[in-house]
């Protein structure tokens, strides 16, 4: 009898492990992992009555082992305007672009294998017809998509957002009086992945600066401008997201599952766990709080979660920008003026995240204690900063 109760608990423990290992290696695969790249964008035409804007967007497999089938994929679009959209129509076509297949003539998306590690191209033509385009600001683009492979058939969604409007590099913005400093709030287009943060200052910033003069850029359109946006849908928070998001406060971006996952992503689950015991013993012990934003690094500080900024990236968690000593260096050598990424905002807080050689940390600080760039839908990520001369 004995016998065979040891047999059955080693049968039973064989059975517990060989589930476990199967288990562990399950979350180990990658599923389907077929990425999405917005790719380049042009406006190829533009009438008072009429755009044509032409994409040619990516779909990479990343699956280490496995093909990766893709047997629908749709487009649809919304548009954002200053004004009303009656009138306006918006035609969307989709072309294959298979580097081994021919596109169909009536325009059928036929089901397709993306191979291991390859990828594959699909143009996006849109159509906007109206009597008054002018008041058109931006064109929100959705792919939605099919995979089908060793995670099931999942639906996948990709996003791109194209500037419509843009406002005059050499318009005069009105300069503001700062006891160190004036400052100059500049506009721009609705800034995408299409733009880069150089190209940027060049374009819009020149016109206005002199020598000695600092050019800062919120770190949310830095961001932006890297891609670094995830659309909720395409986020699967776990059970330490879960569970963890509901200690933060209310007004926190990490205070969603969402926003928390976003920061697991990063960082990785661990950290995130040990920064958030560590920072509640250190209010409980020490009564100091912000514990979990030093053990968790900066980006638990820089997300920005649904709602967070202006449209249409107020539907979308967009996590801070990388790399921003490199983005700041690169400003300063491409046009010589002092460069820095700040977080702003209404509360008098002023964060200085990256800042080149020449930047008085100081004086940037002072200058942006009122939040010139504003919090809403002003539109003016660039903050051109002339200190004044001593008298």
């Not at 695969?29 to 040619?56: D, K, P, S, T």
């Not at 594959?120 to 099919?146: C, M, N």
């Not at 374009?203 to 206005?208: C, D, L």
């Not at 050598?333 to 002092?338: E, F, N, P, S």
Request: hydrophobic share 45%; glycine share 8%; with cysteine.
């Amino acid at each position: 009898m004995m016998m065979l109760v040891w047999l059955l608990g080693a049968i039973a423990l064989v059975g517990l492990l060989g589930w476990a290992g199967l288990e562990w290696q399950y979350r180990q695969r990658a599923g389907n992992r077929l990425a999405f790249a917005a790719g380049q964008w042009n406006i190829e035409q533009f009438e008072a009555h009429r755009y044509q804007i032409v994409g040619l967007p990516e779909l990479i497999n990343r699956t280490p082992a496995s093909e990766i089938m893709v047997p629908e994929l749709t487009a649809e679009t919304t548009l954002l305007s200053r004004g009303s959209l009656d009138g306006i129509q918006v035609q969307v076509a989709i072309t294959t672009a298979h580097p081994d297949a021919e596109p169909r003539p009536d325009g059928y998306w036929f089901a397709y294998i993306v191979k291991l590690q390859k990828r594959t191209q699909f143009k996006v033509k849109v159509e906007i017809t109206g009597p008054d385009l002018r008041s058109l600001k931006a064109l929100w683009v959705r792919v939605h998509y099919l995979t089908y492979g060793p995670g099931g058939r999942y639906p996948q969604m990709g996003h791109v957002i194209v500037p419509l409007k843009f406002p005059a590099p050499e318009a005069t913005p009105a300069w503001r009086d700062t006891p160190q400093a004036q400052v100059l709030p500049i506009p721009t287009h609705l800034l995408t992945h299409l733009d880069s943060p150089v190209e940027v200052v060049k374009r819009y910033v020149a016109a206005h600066a002199k020598p000695g003069d600092t050019i800062t850029l919120g770190e949310t359109p830095v961001a932006i401008m890297q891609g670094r946006w995830r659309h909720p849908s395409t986020i699967q928070p776990g059970w330490l997201a879960r569970r963890l998001c509901y200690y933060f406060l209310p007004t926190s971006s990490l205070a969603t599952a969402c926003g928390l996952q976003t920061l697991v992503d990063m960082v990785g689950a661990w950290r995130v766990f040990f920064a958030f015991v560590g920072g509640a013993l250190m209010k409980a012990v020490l009564r100091r709080g912000g514990g979990f934003y030093q053990l968790a690094g900066d980006q638990a500080r820089l997300i920005d979660d649904v709602t967070g900024t202006l449209p249409p990236y107020d539907q979308f968690v967009v996590m801070g920008p990388e790399s921003p000593q490199l983005v700041v260096d690169e400003i300063e050598k491409a046009t010589g003026l002092g460069a820095a990424i700040v977080d702003v905002n209404d509360l008098k807080a002023v964060k200085i995240v990256a800042a080149s050689a020449s930047v008085r940390a100081d004086v940037v600080a002072q200058a942006l204690i009122d939040n010139p760039a504003g919090n809403a839908d002003e539109q003016t990520p660039l903050v051109l900063i002339r200190p004044l001369q001593p008298s």
